[in-house]
């Protein structure tokens, strides 16, 4: 088919034709870094926490009374005593704080006591002996902490620990050599830790976008949090029995100690429900991407439908003349999908420089955003055509069904 025709009736319709062109050109922009975003908060919602979370709950406790660090510290012994015999429960420990929970405590990482520019921000755990195992972390490296290690905590106290587990993106980090079990490392203090063990995967507490430069960079201490504010329990039920032991852990404390208080609304949750309330706002931004892009594809894909019925509306008698002349069927259609190619290519290639403009202004204002990789523009490119193709085929279809005798009435 000849292009030349076809270029000079789309300058005799310039304004439809750059109208339709620019919002191809605006959609490939939109939509291609939408796509992107979309894939990355995916990819974030999905991250590995490391633990065993089908089979975990948190507890939030606080004391109703004000406790010394030694009184305190004997109500935890009891605690732990009183939920290891609640039905369906397999073992619990103690913490400061546990991954994915929302929030980190966090503490600078350096490799001498002199250095000032941190190597890492890793997430600090208080944990107990029973920590690793409770939360079903793999150990890869090294051991577990012994009971004797462990050190209780009160208000305004400080201990500064001599061991430490952490994560192998940790280990990773501070030792790149890969020799980091028996290394030192500190943290804010001047005593060093020593690396005892290696986790494969134990991610922040923390999981918004200032943490992304840490992810997955935590260590866990032997120290249990023995403070009047309270701590949280985490409980690892049996397998298939998590709902039935979420019920009665709390009425066994309650039973053991009527003075403490558990939030109704946070004092107790499955990691199902902290998994979804870690990532409410990736999803809903995952949505709202989800929907503009949809928004934009249909009214893009309606513009071109209403565009190229107009324009067979007008050329009516034009076509009926070509036909007369012995065009066929397939010639009109041709004719109308050609067309709708040319403007197609024409809105993407304008759109490839928005979509690339857009993405470093986007990279440039938000540190989260990556630059968007080749694959992303080119699958727009492809989607843009085939719909462009798909939206134009229905009016074209009609076009080549105007028959010849169009030719003999009047303009």
Same mark, same amino acid.
């Given at each position: 088919?000849?292009?030349?025709?076809?270029?000079?009736?789309?300058?005799?319709?310039?304004?439809?034709?750059?109208?339709?062109? %620019?919002?191809?050109? +605006?959609? %490939?922009?939109?939509?291609?870094?939408?796509?992107? $975003?979309?894939?990355? &908060?995916?990819?974030? $919602?999905?991250?590995?926490?490391?633990?065993?979370?089908? *089979?975990?709950?948190?507890?939030? *406790?606080?004391?109703?009374?004000?406790?010394?660090?030694?009184?305190?510290?004997?109500?935890?012994?009891?605690?732990?005593?009183?939920?290891?015999?609640?039905?369906?429960?397999?073992?619990?420990?103690?913490?400061?704080?546990?991954?994915?929970?929302?929030?980190?405590?966090?503490?600078?990482?350096?490799?001498?006591?002199?250095?000032?520019?941190?190597?890492?921000?890793?997430?600090?755990?208080?944990?107990?002996? *029973?920590?690793?195992?409770?939360?079903?972390?793999?150990?890869?490296?090294?051991?577990?902490?012994?009971?004797?290690?462990?050190?209780?905590?009160?208000?305004?106290?400080?201990?500064?620990?001599?061991?430490?587990? $952490?994560?192998?993106?940790?280990?990773?980090?501070?030792?790149?050599?890969? @020799?980091?079990?028996?290394?030192?490392?500190?943290?804010?203090?001047?005593?060093?830790?020593?690396?005892?063990?290696?986790?494969?995967? !134990?991610?922040?507490? @923390?999981?918004?976008?200032?943490?992304?430069?840490?992810?997955?960079?935590?260590?866990?201490?032997?120290?249990?949090?023995?403070?009047?504010?309270?701590?949280?329990?985490?409980?690892?039920?049996?397998?298939?029995?998590?709902?039935?032991?979420?019920?009665?852990?709390?009425?066994? !404390?309650?039973?053991?100690?009527?003075?403490?208080?558990?939030?109704?609304?946070?004092?107790?949750?499955?990691?199902?429900?902290?998994?979804?309330?870690?990532?409410?706002?990736?999803?809903?931004?995952?949505?709202?991407?989800?929907?503009?892009?949809?928004?934009?594809?249909?009214?893009?894909?309606?513009?071109?439908?209403? /565009?190229?019925?107009?324009?067979?509306?007008?050329?009516? &008698?034009?076509?009926?003349?070509?036909?007369?002349?012995?065009?066929?069927?397939?010639?009109?259609?041709?004719?109308?999908?050609?067309? *709708?190619? %040319?403007?197609? %290519?024409?809105?993407?290639?304008?759109?490839? +420089?928005?979509?690339?403009? /857009?993405?470093?202004?986007?990279?440039?204002?938000?540190?989260?955003?990556?630059?968007?990789?080749?694959?992303?523009?080119?699958?727009?490119?492809?989607?843009?055509?085939?719909?462009?193709?798909?939206?134009?085929?229905?009016?074209?279809?009609?076009?080549?069904?105007?028959?010849?005798?169009?030719?003999?009435?009047?303009?």
């Amino acid at each position: 088919m000849q292009i030349q025709p076809i270029l000079a009736a789309l300058r005799r319709h310039k304004a439809g034709t750059v109208l339709i062109a %620019l919002q191809i050109a +605006l959609t %490939l922009a939109i939509v291609c870094n939408a796509l992107f $975003i979309i894939h990355q &908060r995916l990819v974030h $919602i999905n991250e590995l926490s490391g633990v065993d979370e089908p *089979n975990l709950f948190v507890i939030g *406790n606080q004391w109703g009374e004000q406790y010394s660090t030694q009184e305190a510290a004997e109500r935890i012994q009891q605690d732990l005593v009183t939920l290891r015999q609640v039905p369906g429960v397999q073992d619990v420990t103690t913490a400061n704080n546990y991954p994915i929970r929302g929030n980190s405590n966090d503490n600078f990482i350096t490799m001498t006591p002199e250095q000032r520019a941190p190597t890492s921000d890793a997430a600090f755990y208080m944990g107990d002996a *029973n920590f690793v195992r409770t939360l079903g972390l793999k150990l890869i490296a090294g051991r577990d902490f012994r009971p004797e290690e462990v050190r209780d905590q009160g208000l305004r106290q400080s201990v500064v620990p001599s061991v430490a587990i $952490i994560s192998k993106a940790m280990a990773d980090k501070l030792f790149p050599h890969g @020799d980091a079990l028996g290394q030192h490392f500190y943290a804010m203090t001047p005593n060093p830790i020593t690396v005892i063990g290696i986790v494969d995967v !134990l991610q922040r507490g @923390d999981v918004g976008t200032w943490s992304e430069p840490y992810a997955g960079e935590s260590m866990v201490v032997p120290v249990r949090p023995a403070e009047p504010f309270g701590l949280y329990y985490v409980v690892r039920a049996k397998p298939g029995q998590l709902a039935e032991a979420m019920r009665a852990a709390p009425k066994a !404390l309650y039973k053991e100690n009527r003075m403490r208080m558990i939030d109704p609304k946070d004092g107790l949750l499955s990691y199902a429900e902290i998994r979804r309330r870690a990532f409410e706002s990736d999803r809903g931004m995952a949505i709202l991407m989800s929907v503009i892009c949809g928004v934009l594809l249909a009214i893009t894909a309606a513009g071109i439908v209403g /565009l190229t019925s107009f324009w067979v509306g007008q050329r009516r &008698r034009q076509i009926g003349v070509r036909r007369a002349l012995g065009a066929t069927h397939r010639d009109i259609l041709h004719y109308f999908m050609t067309e *709708n190619l %040319l403007i197609s %290519l024409g809105g993407i290639a304008i759109g490839v +420089l928005l979509t690339f403009g /857009l993405n470093l202004w986007l990279v440039t204002h938000f540190d989260a955003l990556k630059l968007l990789p080749l694959t992303y523009v080119l699958s727009g490119i492809a989607l843009l055509l085939l719909l462009g193709q798909g939206a134009v085929f229905a009016p074209a279809l009609r076009a080549s069904r105007v028959p010849p005798v169009e030719a003999t009435r009047p303009a």
